[in-house]
């Protein structure tokens, strides 16, 4: 049953459908289910978990492999710290988690076509499964959004539609679409969200058990951060983890809104003014799940915290020299693991998100190359 996070109303998940009636986002029931007993013999994917996603019995998995990325340990600044290469899915992002669960239930659903808005990671990630499930998907872009970002999506068969204007203007175009077809959001839906708790399932696991103070990752629409919370909260409500890492989510300076209600101390996303940021993939100017997320980095006991485009720069070229080739928007979570005081540092995991190869051009920009 996904229920209403603004008036509480439910609906069935056989329902194709994407938020209430009433405009509010829809969450889906806190999971009590950790199929420990069964997975052992299972392969390492996300699938392991399945039965964590609610997703309808009859669902297929479909998968390409996703989950599993490894934990590499650096000594950076002098103290030892934890990455999760999460850039390495078989579309270059962590949005494969989400992907992998929305695009199943659709096709559980028999929904034959869908549309989604992207711009990037989420849309490429959505097309490679929609390819692989044999559902027509179509990604609405501005106009404005260079080819090169779009050329992967276009290449797994989707058709970009883009549309003049500003990105409220594709906004309005997606929803009119969706009208008629079957909205499938990463920003929206829930189940996208689930696929993101496999990232709680595979830290229990690959740590046998410890949980890291402290998680740190870019921070966008909030979807990865508050699907990882809620794995968490499985492994709690299971008796598996006493504890919950503090999600500590890191916005750019340049597009803060979520940074902005956390100091503040709103439940939703606070109005800001944004900038063009190195960090393109958390330029999410009004996410729709905002008071979920912060609820989420609230109960974890983490914070939002906001960083430069200097330190974006200069955080992107220090992975480098450990040898990780990620996008520019996964430094962020570097530069804000920098930011934080020594104490806090500690026994933390940085997650890495998307892979630098589908922007090598505007790297070697950004460092003089
Ligand atoms: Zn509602």
Redesign the pocket.
């Known amino acids: 049953m996904y229920s209403?996070y603004?008036?509480g109303?439910t609906y069935s998940i056989l329902e194709p459908r994407w938020r209430?009636?009433?405009g509010?986002f829809l969450t889906l029931p806190e999971n009590v289910t950790f199929p420990r007993e069964t997975f052992a013999n299972r392969g390492y994917s996300i699938w392991r978990y399945r039965e964590s996603y609610y997703l309808p019995s009859h669902a297929p998995s479909i998968s390409l492999g996703e989950g599993w990325t490894p934990i590499v340990t650096q000594r950076i600044d002098g103290m030892e710290v934890r990455f999760k290469l999460d850039y390495l899915l078989p579309s270059g992002s962590f949005k494969d988690r989400g992907a992998s669960v929305l695009v199943s239930l659709c096709k559980a659903l028999g929904i034959e076509e869908l549309v989604e808005d992207s711009s990037g990671n989420a849309g490429a990630a959505m097309a490679a499964y929609c390819a692989v499930a044999g559902i027509k998907c179509r990604i609405f872009a501005p106009a404005y959004t260079p080819d090169g970002k779009l050329i992967q999506t276009r290449l797994y068969g989707a058709l970009v539609v883009k549309v003049p204007g500003t990105r409220q203007d594709t906004n309005d175009a997606v929803l009119q679409a969706a009208a008629t077809t079957y909205y499938g959001s990463h920003l929206w839906n829930p189940f996208f969200v689930q696929g993101h708790m496999s990232v709680a399932f595979e830290l229990w696991e690959q740590l046998r058990g410890e949980v890291p103070q402290s998680l740190v990752l870019p921070l966008g629409s909030g979807g990865y951060l508050e699907g990882i919370y809620r794995g968490f909260r499985t492994l709690q409500l299971s008796g598996l983890v006493r504890t919950i890492p503090r999600l500590i989510g890191v916005q750019a300076h340049n597009c803060r809104p979520l940074y902005e209600a956390f100091q503040l101390g709103l439940d939703g996303a606070a109005p800001v003014e944004i900038q063009s940021t190195l960090a393109e993939g958390i330029a999410v100017s009004r996410p729709p799940r905002a008071s979920a997320v912060l609820e989420a980095v609230r109960r974890s006991g983490g914070t939002i915290l906001s960083v430069s485009e200097d330190s974006i720069r200069a955080s992107h070229a220090l992975l480098l020299r450990y040898g990780f080739y990620t996008e520019p928007t996964s430094a962020a979570a570097l530069a804000g693991w920098l930011q934080l005081p020594h104490s806090e540092r500690e026994n933390a995991v940085i997650l890495l998100t998307g892979h630098g190869l589908k922007e090598s051009e505007k790297i070697a920009r950004i460092h003089g190359l």
């Open positions: 209403c603004s008036c109303k209430c009636d009433c509010g």
